[in-house]
């Protein structure tokens, strides 16, 4: 059996160490976009208070920014359908040509899993349209 208690510290307290990271991050994460959404709300009810041509530029700017947001997280979910389409396809290929390697027999349809996947993903992050469309 051996004596592997070195390596099992070593493998738990690394395990420890990344969620905690891991869990931080979120911690962290979640009070940017608070503090940004509470820091929005105070302008909205400021330009609320005093209404005027201000307002209605600052107003105005906010709203681009909204669209602006908008569009880039559509062309990132195109681009994310894209890369997961191509990693699909990437990797039935190369399952493919492994099992041909390895046995002559049927076994090389493994790969046409992750290769059809890929196949649907593709045309559907190319046919994708942006929001200004």
């Not at 990344?18 to 503090?35: D, K, T």
């Not at 330009?47 to 005027?52: D, K, R, V």
Request: charged share 20%; with cysteine; proline share 2%.
């Amino acid at each position: 059996m051996g004596n592997h208690f070195g390596e099992f510290l070593f493998l738990a307290a690394g395990a420890v160490g990344l969620f905690a990271f891991l869990s931080s991050a979120a911690w962290m994460g979640m009070q940017a976009g608070y503090r940004k959404e509470r820091d929005r709300y105070a302008l909205l009810k400021a330009l609320a208070e005093q209404p005027g041509e201000s307002a209605a530029r600052v107003l105005d700017m906010l709203r681009a920014d909204e669209e602006r947001r908008a569009q880039r997280k559509v062309e990132e979910e195109r681009r994310g359908f894209l890369i997961g389409g191509l990693t699909c396809i990437a990797a039935g290929v190369g399952l493919m040509i492994m099992m041909l390697a390895m046995a002559k027999g049927g076994t090389w349809t493994v790969g046409l899993i992750p290769f059809l996947i890929g196949v649907v993903l593709v045309p559907f992050g190319l046919t994708r349209r942006s929001a200004r469309s």
